[in-house]
């Protein structure tokens, strides 16, 4: 950037200036009626302009701020509804102790080699597999509910926002009953369902079991080494041709939703000879298939793991702190802080841990992550593909310019 | 009123091949010294083909009217009755404008030449023609404005094409031949055909819950999966074809009925006021101009900005119905105001925009930079000529 001179003020610019802006002045004197003309004209653009578009451009306004604030209290809402089933389920119903783990006490007791083998490979199986029900359950539910909540808002009351000064009946497309039918709530959760959540615990566990064949229980870990296992183990489950494939037997995201099979009967329950009474249940299958297309979307597919990497983070942060050492950090400190000029922060250093001693600080961690659930979904909620995707699945990418007011 | 059936075979037999005139008129246009020597000559040839031409489609109108056919086979609507008369008389009057302006400012190059001091008195007749020709015009227009009750001028020319006309006198002769009363069947399938632009009672709502639902089509496996959108677009689809259906029927029956054609004017529109005040400005902004254009001269914006003033105000009249009162503007006044809203482009070539802007700027530039491209510089030289004359002559740009 130059540097200002004051110089650049001298007398005679100042007076340029001033004879320059005397001409204009002079100018636009003398062309008065010119200048009268051009503004008159101007303002009759102006205003010809305005009452052709303002009104609709307020109206738009208005509408995108109505949808805008309705979206962001549902996702508030969501939010809520999605903490209470979890706590409902996991806190109250321990839903989790289906996952059966044998205490270190039993292990210590048994006598049997081959027996406490088979002890302390249960247990690192089944600590793991909680840790991943845990890490799964969390961005699963809350995407999932938030994709209802913004489906049924899609078809029950975007009229109603859109047009709500506009005195027109905006009509629900589908019932109260379909709505409380297809929502999930704590009393109403298909995926907590006992059936279908062992079915979501065996294919976790059966894939961990794999996974886990040789990370020996007297082995020691590293932290990277234990994130590398973590990675290898989500890769079973988190590629797109595998989660994002609702038919695939491996998808963890089939457990959300009933069956075809399942909604099949439901509706064909339903009809009698008599009477063509399905019509709700009818709209809860199409609800259902339009679940089932945004599940198999690349929209949903980014979103999904984008969630499930939230969650992680906050666990693989927490456990970093168990493997910090805190005496290795003063000797390092006293050795090469007073030596440094400035003053920094050097990290803590890592140490490896016997997997024994790991599992049950994984454990505790299963437990923290469980208490601090509300932050996770949160900071999942608040990612902006998260937002996109909801916002335009309860708008359908509407295109506010078209709507007529 | 409704021009009588021909009985002349000549004049049938020219209402029947009325288009092939179009041809003729092209001709005149490539007529050697079109713009030169002979341009009186040739405009007056014009003219001339130009009256008939009018002539022609006052009278095909006629025909179409009489024969309860109110759109001709390319979805225009015909003028009603109490249109034709002073129509005619207007583009009479639009046909001989320029002839007259081109009298005008010959006798005054005469006068130049033989006496030079009479230079002013000669502008003042070219003034004073077309001055008068657009008051005429202006006054004829009014009258139009009062038969209608106020209501928007929406038409502006008959134009009728001759196959129309030719399918009609066909079918009455038959008619005659075979003593039948029944309505000719041909006419029906012209009016069918112009069931085509009638796609405007299509616009139902479909702005949420519409078909283009991204998570609906982008994968290969749904296309089975049939969700509510899906239904509700079909719902939609299927409305929209009852409704086209119900108005197509609507039209034939309308058609069927011999009463349909309303030989008098509707009655005057809920915003009768700022409409008729819209459309003063409109019929009086060419003479408007025209007075400021004598008084103040070539060079001055004033005209300029005086004429665009009151058309921008014109329209903002003529649409303060539609957008404060929610009057909905019918479809031929929405196709009015938009030709309206292309005549503005004709303040591009209009004085002294086109000096100070785009002649010796931007145009000229780019036209020289053309003509160094062998090719060009011969059609540019024309387009160029082309535009010299258009500009010289007041009612080639005057869009009245």
Redesign the interface.
Known sequence: MENFQFEDLSPNKVSKVYQDLKKFGSFLYNHK??VF??S??SG??Y??HN??QS?KRKQIKLAKERVMTYFESTQKLSEREVDAIITKFIDENKILDKIQTPSLASIRSEKDPSEKLKLTDQLKVSIITKLFSVLYIIPMVTIFNRLQINLIG??CY??YV?YKDQEQHSMR??NQQTESNFINSRNNCYFFKDINFSQFINLIQEQIKISLKDWKIDQQSSFEGFLKLLINIRNNFEKKEIIASI?SDNSLLKYLIPTEEEIDNLVQSQKTPENDNDIEYQ?LK??Y??I???F?????YDVLKDSINQSFLEFTKNLREDFESTELKKQIDSIVLPDLPIEMEIPKPLVTMHNIILLPKINKQIGNIIVNKKSIIEKIGSTDLINQLNY??L?????FN???F | MIPKQPKSNILIFLLENSDHLGLLKSLITFLPGRYGDSELFSEGLYSVANILQSYLDYRSSGILLSNNIDKISNGEKVPPPYYLTTLRWITTVQSLELFFEMLATKKGEQHDDSNSNNNNSNNNIKKMIIFIIELLKAILRLKLLIKTNGDMLVHHSFYVPSKDVKTILENNRNQQKQFQNKRPAVTMSINNNNNINNNDNNNI?N????N?????N??N??NN????????FEQQRIVNQENNLLYQQQRELQQNESTLIKLLPPPPPKDYNTKTIGEILFIFRPVIYWVSYCIFGKKS??PW??S??TE??S??FS??GN??QKIRLTLLEAKELNRRKKLLFFYLIRSPFYEKFIGDGLLNKFLNFLKKIHIFKTLIDILINYLNVYRTRYFYTSAS
């Open positions: 009626m010119g003309l051009v008159f004209s009759v653009a205003l010809y009452i052709t009104h899609k078809y975007l009229d859109l497309l589908i038919s709209n199409m609800l298939n339009e089932r297309n945004i198999e979307s690349q929209k949903f335009s699945v708008t359908n990418d509407l295109d078209k709507v007529q | 709502n702005n949420n819950n519409t283009d639902d991204n998570f609906n982008n994968n496996n749904n999966r049939r969700t509510l959108s899906d239904q509700i914006w004033k900005f005086l665009l003033v921008l105000l329209k903002s649409e303060y957008f404060k």
